[in-house]
Structures are given as C-alpha cells and as structure tokens.
C-alpha cells in the first residue's frame, strides 16, 4: 500500500544507490539532487514508471495517473509513460460495450430501420404473448408482466427496465408522461450515446487543466503507423472523450494501413458504427472480423445488434453458433437465455440458466433467474435455497431480502418474514422502496390484515406513483369498503400505466357490468383478453355480454 505522508527523501532513477555514500560517515555530494524528480512519489527510491504499472494492474488508476502526470512534467515526450496514463484514463471511463443498454426515446421515435407491424408470437419482442407462453412458460395471471408486456425477469439486466419499444400512440405518450424522478421506472429521455457522453465529459472535467490529449488536434496519420499507440488512442477517444466520429475516422485509416485484414479493426469500425446508430453496417464488420478470428466479445457484439434490431431468431442463431466454437462461454448461455427470456421462452431460458449454473456455480444472474423461476411456479422452497446462496455471495441488497421475506411466507416459515422486510426497507433506495411496501401489502393480504394492505400499497404509490398493481390492489380494496368512484378511479390509473396488465381491464369491466353500462364492459374485458386470452373470468364475462347483445 502507498505511504499516507511523503518523507522527502530522494528518488533515483537511475541503477544507482541512494543518496548517501559508501562509507559509514560520508558526506552527501549536493550535485546529486540537482536534477532529482521531485519527491511526489508514494515509494522513495522504487521507479516511478514501475510504481504506476503496479498501480494500473491493482486498479488503481488514480494513484496510476497522479504518477504519470507528475512523470510527464519533466519528460512530456517518455511514450512509455504517456501509453500507461492513456490506458489508465480509458479504463476509468470503460463501459462494457457487450451489454445491452437502455434505449432512450431517441431511437424509439426516430429509429427509420422497418420492423414488422404484425408479427408471429416467439418471432419478435413485441409479440404479443401467446397463451401460455411461447413455451408453456407461466401464464400472465401467475407472474407479473413488465410495461412492454414480456414477463418480470429475476434479474435486473442492462436494457430491461425500459421495456421494449412503443408500438402504439398510447405507449407512446405514456412513455413520455412517464414520472422522470424515480430512477427505477423512467425511460431515459436521452438517446443511447448520451450515458457515453456524460460519463466521458466527467472524466474529462477531472484532469486538471482540461483534456489529456486534444482529439481535434491529433494527427491520427502519424499513430496509424504505429498501431500499439493507435489502439490505445482509439480506446481513449472512443471511451474517455466519446468523441465517435473521431474514433470512427481513426479506425478506418487503421483498417486501410493494415489491408483490411485486421480483425481487431473491424471489431472496433462496428463498435463506432452500432453507436452511431448503423447497425447494417456494424453487422458487416462483425461478421469480417469473425472470418478472420472467432472471438467471444464479437458474437456477443453481434448478438447485440440483432437484439437492438428485433430479430431474436437471427440472435439465437448468432449465439449457437458462438457455443459451437467456445463450448464454456457462459455468456453466450446467459445472452441466450436473455432472448429466450424475451420471447417468453421459459422453458428453454432456464435450460440455458441451469448449463451456465453447471460451468460458474457463482453466476449471479443465473442463480436469480432460477429462483424467481421456482417462486412463481409455485416452489417457494427451492427458490429460498437460490437466494440464501446469493446471500452467501455476499450479495446484500433490498431486492434479495424482499424475494427471500416472500418466499419465507409462502412456505410458511413466518419467523423469518418480518425480519427480512425489514431488512429490505433498510437497504432499499428511492428507486425500489416502493416494490418492497408493495410486496408488504400482499404480505398483509395473506394474513387478511386490510388496514395494513392499504396503507402499504398508499406508500408504495408514495415512493412510486407509476406502479400500477398497486393502484389495481388498491382499488379492490376501495371496493370492499364500498368507495365505487375510488376504485374506479385507481382502475383507470393502473390501466393507464401498465396497458398491458389484464386485472384492471377486467375489473373495470366487471364494474361496469355491474353497473349497466355493457359496451364499455364488453370493451375492457376485449381488453383483458387481449393481455392474457387464457383468463376464465375474462372469457365467462364476455360470454353473457355476447349473449345480452344478441
């Protein structure tokens, strides 16, 4: 570890000893520390550029680029030091471009690539779910579906909590009047580049003085003739400054220096193109690259794009093939069970999720998915063993303790409930505390206590007035106190929200049907049947207002 105080002492670049003589009582010559770096360095007579790289393989970057900064003062032109500070900077401001983002209303309202208007269930994200399941997964009236109308996943992955895109008016202007203050529901406005923007435009604000290399200014002709330095420039300009046109313009000089027959070029062109929003034209070079060298990162990539662009048949394909070549990447398994996932594939999601499980007994991902996976077919048990694992992990947060007080309850092992609700609260940010009063009030409503249902789903709506089963909860119970217009009321905000919820479609139906008025009941209950045609109570209900209509 770095010392905390400097003690001033010299620092030798050089083979030599230290500053003292050879013998017992020598006088210190006073030349020696004329042209002596200045003691800015954690470790007194260790190499500062050997102190930095140790820092940089730590992950210390910081500490990496305080040293760099200091070294290139006195030498600005020690390329060795100015590669080590670039990489040092890159990595500060690194996403992991394999992952899926959150698409921002930007490429929603503006994306010009065609996507089938009407297309057949288990062929397209926005599909509508057939009954069952694509493959006799659980049914929407067992597990809750998110506001794009796929099932809930038991893990919060990069590009699920936006749901899919729009596709009609309505979604659309509920998207837009979407509440932008909780973090765990808003759509982000903004389009896909902007998270690369803002991270990139941070670090740039940190270095003293403004940017470490001036991207306008570079001669990239001059690092294109030398491609250690030209990757590393690349990476910078592409992940620290975001500049993309730039890093664009020196990916293609690179790829013309090297005769198009470097893959590790191409892979980089179609990483500025996806972020440029030409997906075509990233899948081209993804696909050069991959004739040239397999690698796991490309078919990801590529797996990618095809998941941006609504083809998860294609992306299926793109992943078996990726698994044929490298038998032991999980996360190809896991980009694999995600597809299956989004097409309401169960089945064959949880065989993937279980292969992962069998080669990283540690993944996270796989171990939620196949607990919520047993919950919500009724197996409480197991899915608490796959918790209390994550537990063991080390994994602590408001969600894990608001899935195992469920499961706790549901099998009936009460003395363990309150405590891990009250964990839950405790950890729980402004972005899930409102899933976790929910998930209280139905707590209350398995132990009949009334009061203490409505007033958790009134805090739920508090922390989160976009949750939408908690309106419809609560307009039940409004209903059995009597109050028809609050229920009503609370129906229609809940059907506002979640279109694709069938409870409060079909409860407002009932409601009107009650009430006389026929055609707006048989309206709602099309509705509901539309979000979940297998609902009994949907279908008897049309029944009689098909019979009181003929």
Not at 262 to 291: F, H, I, M, N
Not at 299 to 305: A, D, Q, S, T, V
């Amino acid at each position: 570890m770095a010392a905390g105080k400097h003690k001033g002492s010299k620092s030798n670049s050089g083979g030599g000893g230290g500053g003292g003589g050879s013998g017992g009582g020598g006088r210190r010559r006073a030349s020696s520390t004329k042209n002596a770096l200045p003691p800015l360095f954690d470790k007194p007579g260790m190499d500062p550029l050997f102190l930095a790289q140790s820092y940089f393989q730590r992950r210390r970057f910081d500490d990496c680029i305080r040293i760099c900064s200091k070294v290139l003062e006195r030498n600005p032109v020690d390329q060795a030091v100015w590669f080590l500070k670039t990489r040092a900077l890159t990595q500060l401001a690194y996403i992991d471009d394999t992952e899926m983002e959150d698409e921002g209303l930007a490429e929603m309202l503006m994306d010009d690539n065609a996507i089938a208007a009407v297309a057949r269930p288990g062929t397209s994200f926005t599909a509508p779910l057939a009954s069952g399941g694509a493959g006799g997964g659980p049914t929407p009236g067992v597990r809750p579906t998110s506001q794009s109308g796929r099932p809930s996943s038991g893990f919060a992955k990069p590009g699920s909590s936006s749901g899919a895109r729009p596709t009609s008016a309505q979604s659309r202007d509920s998207a837009l009047l979407q509440n932008r203050t909780n973090l765990g529901t808003a759509r982000p406005v903004t389009s896909t580049s902007g998270r690369f923007v803002r991270l990139g435009t941070a670090s740039l604000i940190s270095e003293p003085g403004g940017p470490f290399i001036n991207v306008a200014k570079v001669n990239l002709a001059k690092y294109v003739a030398r491609p250690s330095l030209a990757k590393v420039l690349f990476e910078y300009i592409l992940h620290s400054t975001s500049n993309v046109r730039r890093a664009l313009e020196l990916a293609a000089m690179a790829t013309e220096a090297a005769g198009f027959k470097d893959w590790w070029w191409k892979v980089q062109l179609g990483k500025t193109y996806y972020q440029l929003g030409l997906y075509r034209d990233a899948e081209k070079q993804y696909k050069s690259a991959l004739r040239m060298q397999e690698t796991v990162d490309t078919y990801l990539l590529l797996g990618k794009i095809y998941i941006r662009i609504n083809q998860p048949l294609v992306a299926l394909k793109n992943y078996t093939r990726g698994l044929e070549s490298f038998p032991t990447a999980t996360s190809l398994m896991l980009g694999k069970a995600r597809v299956f996932e989004g097409v309401n594939d169960v089945p064959n999601a949880i065989a993937q999720y279980k292969s992962s499980l069998l080669l990283d007994s540690s993944s996270v991902e796989s171990i939620a998915c196949l607990g919520s996976h047993y919950y919500y077919t009724d197996q409480p048990e197991i899915a608490l063993r796959y918790y209390r694992r994550l537990l063991q992990m080390g994994v602590m947060n408001a969600e894990l303790f608001c899935n195992l007080g469920l499961c706790c309850f549901y099998a009936q092992q009460y003395d363990m409930v309150i405590t891990c609700f009250e964990r839950a609260l405790a950890l729980a940010s402004d972005g899930t505390i409102g899933d976790v009063w929910y998930n209280i009030g139905q707590m209350a409503l398995g132990i009949g206590d009334l009061n203490l249902a409505r007033q958790s789903f009134l805090l739920a709506l508090t922390h989160n007035p976009q949750h939408a089963e908690a309106y419809n909860n609560l307009a039940v119970l409004e209903l059995r106190k009597g109050e028809l217009e609050a229920a009503r009321a609370n129906l229609r905000s809940a059907a506002r929200i979640n279109e694709h919820l069938h409870e409060p479609q079909f409860n407002l139906a009932l409601l009107s049907y009650r009430r006389g008025d026929f055609q707006s009941s048989f309206m709602q209950v099309s509705a509901a049947l539309i979000n979940y045609p297998g609902h009994r109570e949907s279908q008897t209900l049309r029944k009689l207002l098909q019979q009181d209509f003929m």
